[in-house]
C-alpha cells in the first residue's frame, strides 16, 4: 500500500478507526482469497465489539445493582437495569453516527478509553484498595473468593509497585495531550 501511494510506511495510515476501517480493508483486499479474509475481519470485528459490549454492560448494571442490594426489589430488575443501559448507551451512540460522528467516535475514544485515563484509573485504583480500603484485608477477601491466599508479593505490587509504574508512565503519556484533529471528517 505504500509503494501504490508513493509515501513511506509510516505515513500509511494512523491508529485509530482509520486503521481498522480503511487500512485493513486495502490490506486484506490485496489478499488471495479477499472476499473470505474479509468476511473473516468483519466478522471478528462483530464478535469484538459484542464481546466489549457485554463486558461493559454487565460491569456497569453489576456495579450499579450491587449498591442497592435490598432497595426496590422487583422480579425482572436486573433485565430492566440492563434495558436501561443499552437504551441510554444507544441514545449516546446515536451522536456517532451523523456526519461528525468519526470526529465524536475519536473524542470519546481518546478520552474515556486510552491513555492517561487508564493509567489515572489504574493508579487511583490501586491507591484506593492498597490504601483506603486496605491491601490485607484485600488479601483476606481475595483468599475467601478463591480458596488461597495470593502470593505476599501481590500486596507490594498494589500498594507500591503499581503506582510508582504509574506515576513514572504519567509524564510520558501527558505529554502526547492533545485534542484529535478533525482534519478528515
Known amino acids: 500500500m505504500a509503494a501504490e501511494q508513493g509515501v ?4 500509511v495510515t ?25 468476511a473473516l475481519f468483519f ?4 464478535l469484538l465489539g459484542l464481546d466489549s459490549q457485554f463486558v461493559g454492560v454487565e460491569g456497569f448494571v453489576t456495579g450499579i445493582l450491587d449498591l442497592f442490594p435490598g432497595k426496590h426489589y422487583h422480579r425482572y430488575r436486573r433485565e430492566i437495569s440492563v434495558a436501561i443501559c443499552c437504551s441510554l448507551c444507544f441514545v449516546i451512540d446515536l451522536s456517532m453516527v451523523t456526519q461528525g460522528g468519526m470526529y465524536v467516535f475519536q473524542l470519546f475514544d481518546y478520552y474515556s478509553a486510552s491513555g492517561m485515563t487508564l493509567l489515572w484509573q489504574a493508579f487511583w ?3 484506593v484498595v492498597a490504601w ?3 491491601a490485607d484485608r484485600f488479601m483476606d477477601d481475595v483468599a475467601r473468593m ?3 491466599r495470593p502470593f505476599p508479593w501481590m500486596k507490594w505490587c498494589w500498594s507500591f509497585i503499581t503506582p510508582c509504574v504509574c506515576i513514572v508512565r504519567k509524564p510520558s503519556v501527558s ?3 492533545h ?4 482534519h478528515y471528517y
Open 8 to 11: 513511506d510506511i509510516s505515513h
Open 14 to 38: 494512523e491508529s485509530g478507526p482509520g486503521l481498522a476501517f480503511i487500512a485493513y480493508p486495502k490490506a486484506v483486499s490485496l489478499m488471495p482469497v479477499a472476499p473470505l479474509w474479509a
Open 43 to 46: 466478522f471478528m470485528l462483530l
Open 125 to 127: 485504583e490501586c491507591i
Open 132 to 134: 483506603v480500603y486496605g
Open 146 to 148: 478463591i480458596g488461597y
Open 175 to 177: 505529554c502526547e495531550n
Open 179 to 182: 485534542v484529535p484533529a478533525a
